[in-house]
């Protein structure tokens, strides 16, 4: 069995930063592509960054160059630093994982998502 388990979420003002953290556990062979999403009440979930097991990165339009994406494979987290947050941020942001597993002599990739940290930018 795989967990994920975020944190970091909160209340901030604007022009404020914050850090999300997510850490995998179980028995895991290798995590692949790790990322963040986001959904705010009445939207669609979306990509807000992901990055490649060997650090390639890609941002959402609405994010770059104020958050940034980082991960620790020994430790088997992800990190999301974001900075200069708008109230447009405002969403639960959820954490995803390609993970790689035995089933038997098989090995298995799977998504699994984190249960969701709420992150609230207003004055």
């Known amino acids: 069995q795989v967990q994920l388990v975020e944190s970091g979420g909160g209340l901030v003002q604007p022009g404020g930063s914050l850090r999300l953290s997510c850490a995998a556990s179980?028995?895991?062979?290798?995590?692949?592509?790790m990322g963040w999403y986001r959904q705010a009440p009445g939207k669609e979930r979306e990509l807000v960054a992901s990055?490649?097991?060997?650090?390639?990165?890609n941002y959402a339009d609405s994010v770059k160059g104020r958050f940034t994406i980082s991960r620790d494979n020994p430790k088997k987290t992800v990190f999301l630093q974001m900075n200069s947050l708008k109230p447009d941020d405002t969403a639960v942001y959820y954490c995803?994982?390609?993970?790689?597993?035995?089933?038997?002599?098989?090995?298995?990739?799977?998504?699994?998502w984190g249960q969701g940290t709420q992150v609230t930018v207003s004055s």
């Open positions: 995803n994982a390609g993970v790689s597993t035995w089933f038997g002599a098989t090995l298995r990739s799977a998504d699994y």
């Open positions: 179980g028995s895991i062979v290798i995590i692949n592509d």
């Open positions: 990055i490649t097991l060997r650090g390639s990165t």
